[in-house]
C-alpha cells in the first residue's frame, strides 16, 4: 500500500510562493493524486488533482495561482503555490484512492 508524506509548508506573506511535495512509498506512474485543504473550522475542500497521464484539474479559487506537477521517477507530486492570500491558509493534504498523507501546515500572513 502507498504511503504519502508531504512537505514544503511554512509561514509566508501574502503574495509569496511555496512549493509542496507529496513523496510516496511506492511507485506512482499509474495513479492519480489529488491535493486538499482545510482552513480551520471548515471542512477539507479539493484543491487540485493530477492523473496518470498527466491531465490537471483546479479548484476555481487556485486557478492560475497554482500549479501541481509529477515526477514519477521521484514517486513525487508537487503543489507550486503562487500569488499566495490569507484564504490559502490552512493544512494541506495529499490523497490517493483512499490514502491521506499526514498534511502540512500552510499560513499566509497580510
Known amino acids: 500500500q502507498v504511503r504519502l508524506v508531504e512537505s514544503g509548508g511554512g509561514s509566508v506573506q501574502a503574495g509569496g510562493s511555496l512549493r509542496l511535495s507529496c513523496a510516496a512509498s511506492g511507485g506512482i506512474r499509474r495513479i492519480n493524486v489529488g491535493w486538499y485543504r482545510q482552513a480551520p473550522g471548515k471542512q477539507r475542500e479539493f484543491v487540485a488533482s493530477?492523473?496518470?497521464?498527466?491531465?490537471?484539474n483546479y479548484a476555481d479559487s487556485v486557478k492560475g495561482r497554482f500549479t501541481i506537477s509529477r515526477d514519477n521517477a521521484k514517486n513525487t507530486v508537487y503543489l507550486q503555490m503562487n500569488s499566495l492570500k490569507s484564504d490559502d491558509t490552512g493544512v494541506y493534504f495529499c490523497y490517493t484512492t483512499a490514502i491521506w498523507g499526514q498534511g502540512t501546515q500552510v499560513t499566509v500572513s497580510s
Open positions: 493530477i492523473r496518470s497521464d498527466g491531465s490537471t
